[in-house]
């Protein structure tokens, strides 16, 4: 069974294969939200508490919260249900879906770090990664810098770099600042 495993803190997210069927016993019945503790994983994992977010079955099918069963069901989903994106407005479909319990029929289990343990797992809670983008509102540059309302929030937007054309000196790309308090938008007040 692969685990994938997050650490929200961080950003960062890993996968491992585990196939001794007597560590992953102590996932099986447990129901998606649960905690576990990972001390059974190994010596690396000593003090780490799991969190159960989902999970997918061997033909694929995602794992659903409130559904308690193990097996598969067919449910009618709407909008605003997980594993169901309508194409029109008001459009349902009967879709299968794999019940929130866990159980060997699984091929990959997704796993949050609720609790840090003692030593570091390499490519897990060693590394951070940065955030792509950055606020766009203007009342949130603000927050996220401590400015004032004299300071220009423009001077302050996270750009992205584009990639580098031969020839070319390296450009940014920024956001649309929302909310921006400007002279014409006075002026239409």
């Known amino acids: 069974m692969k685990l994938n495993v997050a650490i929200p803190s961080t950003g960062a997210q890993k996968v491992f ?11 099986y019945e447990k129901r998606m939200g649960a905690e576990v503790e990972a001390d059974i994983l190994g010596d690396d994992w000593k003090g780490y508490v799991l969190r159960i977010t989902g999970g997918n ?9 409130g559904v308690l069963s ?13 594993c ?7 459009e349902r479909k009967r879709k299968s879906v794999r019940g929130c319990i ?17 030593k570091e797992i390499e ?3 060693d590394v951070t990664v940065p955030r792509r983008l ?18 220009d929030v423009r001077q302050y ?15 940014f790309k920024s956001p649309k600042i929302q909310r921006l308090i400007t002279p014409v938008m006075l002026q239409v007040r």
């Open 157 to 171: 937007v996270i750009k992205r770099p584009l990639p580098v054309k031969e020839g070319k000196k390296q450009r």
């Open 17 to 27: 294969e585990e196939h001794d069927e007597h560590k992953l016993r102590v996932f």
């Open 84 to 90: 169901y994106r309508p194409r029109r407005t008001g």
């Open 123 to 125: 490519g897990l809670t």
């Open 102 to 118: 866990v159980d060997g029929n699984l091929s990959a289990l997704s796993l949050t770090v609720v609790k840090k343990g003692e």
């Open 57 to 65: 079955d061997k033909q694929g099918f995602p794992m659903k919260q």
């Open 70 to 82: 193990n097996g598969r069901v067919r449910l009618l989903l709407s909008k605003g249900h997980s």
């Open 134 to 151: 950055g606020p766009k509102r203007a009342s949130k540059i603000r927050k996220l810098y401590n400015l004032t309302k004299e300071d």
